[in-house]
């Protein structure tokens, strides 16, 4: 059973959610492994998964078309479906046409969660929000969000909208904590700030797409061994026992999927998560 997290005191998602970054190509298109993505996505579903992430780039939009082919038998209302439109597609009208390029893509009339993928400094957020407040006054989107926002476009961003902003999407895991590939100060400030106004965090690389070097890491193997976790467990487990806390690792295989999932399952003795707590950079 993977745990829920409540934001905002309305909307419940699971700690635990699927990936899909590189299912279905990186900026284009690739229908090669259609297949074995598939199948990792049903299987999840399977498996208790709900909450799904994609992207309108993703592939050039066939990741999109993957998840929407494979949730297609389920029942819609109980999935969590996340997209997000392109920084480079931040005007109104741009918007609005790549969420009803990703409504086709998905084969699906709503969007659960829709993130404004990055920050654009050359297209006023007030634009963006604008096309952000009508789609969520027709419903065609239920929670919006963002991805990659410092804590200054954040409140940007809160000054353009009465409606709750339900999650910043950042790179965060056991070893980058305050300096990314697109954010700095991840725990002294993005974190922090997020907390304090009831926005949840998505970690993303939460693993660090199995990087060795989280692996190898002399701590994470050593308290890994204590509760029968591999390193790459524990790191999630860690992640995901904070506050307003949600993961969203890439899973392509049953074994892969079944691992995340158990890693949840543990709790670790406090001086264990202390311990976890004093890595990282």
């Given at each position: 059973m993977i745990p829920d997290i409540t934001i905002h005191n309305t909307a419940k998602f699971p700690k635990l959610g699927l990936g899909t970054w590189e299912m279905g190509g990186r900026s284009k298109p690739d229908y090669s492994r259609d297949n074995l993505w598939l199948k990792a996505i049903t299987f999840a579903l399977e498996s208790g998964i709900r909450h799904i992430d994609t992207a309108a780039i993703y592939g050039g939009g066939h990741s999109e078309e993957l998840v929407g082919k494979a949730i297609r038998p389920y029942d819609r209302s109980r999935l969590l479906i996340t997209t997000k439109v392109s920084g480079d597609k931040l005007r109104y009208d741009e918007v609005l046409r790549s969420v009803a390029q990703s409504l086709q893509n998905l084969s699906t009339d709503y969007i659960d969660l829709l993130l404004i993928h990055w920050p654009n400094p050359a297209v006023p957020l007030s634009e963006?929000?604008?096309?952000?407040?009508?789609?969520?006054?027709?419903?065609?989107?239920?929670?919006?969000?963002?991805?990659?926002?410092?804590?200054?476009?954040?409140?940007?961003?809160?000054?353009?909208?009465?409606?709750?902003?339900?999650?910043?999407?950042?790179?965060?895991?056991?070893?980058?904590?305050?300096?990314?590939?697109y954010n700095t100060g991840m725990e002294r400030e993005i974190i922090p700030f997020c907390h304090e106004h009831g926005i949840s965090i998505t970690a993303w690389r939460p693993v660090m797409k199995g990087d060795a070097t989280l692996a190898g890491q002399a701590t994470l193997a050593a308290v890994g061994e204590k509760y029968g976790?591999?390193?790459?467990?524990?790191?999630?487990?860690?992640?995901?026992?904070?506050?307003?806390?949600?993961?969203?690792?890439?899973?392509?295989?049953?074994?892969?999927?079944?691992?995340?999932?158990?890693?949840?399952?543990?709790?670790?003795?406090?001086e264990d998560y202390t311990l976890l707590e004093r890595m990282g950079n």
């Open positions: 963006t929000m604008k096309a952000f407040n009508r789609l969520l006054d027709e419903k065609t989107i239920l929670y919006f969000g963002l991805s990659n926002f410092p804590v200054s476009l954040i409140r940007e961003v809160m000054q353009l909208t009465d409606r709750p902003i339900l999650t910043n999407q950042i790179e965060y895991n056991v070893f980058t904590r305050n300096k990314g590939s976790l591999s390193s790459f467990q524990l790191a999630l487990n860690w992640l995901c026992s904070k506050p307003l806390m949600m993961a969203i690792p890439k899973m392509s295989s049953e074994q892969h999927i079944r691992e995340n999932i158990e890693a949840l399952s543990v709790k670790l003795d406090p």
